[in-house]
Nanobody, 124 residues
Framework: QVQLVESGGGLVQAGGSLRLSCAASGRSTYAMGWFRQPPGKEREFVAATTWGSLTYYTDSVKGRFTISRDNAKNTVYLQMSSLKPEDTAVYYC????????????????????WGQGTQVTVSS
């Protein structure tokens, strides 16, 4: 079992920054990712990182968001800068405990565990 606890969401003006954190406990994870679900829309991939520090981003956040991981703390961070109103969503942390060969980073079905979500609201 893996428990994921997210923190760091909130309300910010457009152009501002926020940092999300996700602490995992219970067992080590191969990869961790962030997804988001805007109001009235489906959950979508944002970013992911593996144990070996490979990183992946969706195109809309490249250059603005940075995912990082502290393996010693089993914690993943999402530094979000130059935020836009369209970044408004509930952000979810997810953990994958399998191996690289079956890891499809952008697919929610790949991940084994999910956090409770944290709201990020960007005002214009």
């Amino acid at each position: 079992q893996v428990q994921l606890v997210e923190s760091g969401g909130g309300l910010v003006q457009a152009g501002g920054s926020l940092r999300l954190s996700c602490a995992a406990s219970g067992r080590s994870t191969y990869a961790m990712g962030w997804f988001r679900q805007p109001p009235g829309k489906e959950r979508e991939f944002v970013a992911a990182t593996t144990w070996g520090s490979l990183t992946y981003y969706t195109d809309s956040v490249k250059g603005r968001f940075t995912i990082s991981r502290d393996n010693a703390k089993n914690t993943v961070y999402l530094q979000m800068s130059s935020l836009k109103p369209e970044d408004t969503a509930v952000y979810y942390c997810a953990a994958y405990i399998g191996s690289y060969g079956t890891f499809t980073y952008q697919s929610p079905q790949t991940y084994d565990y999910w956090g409770q979500g944290t709201q990020v609201t960007v005002s214009s």
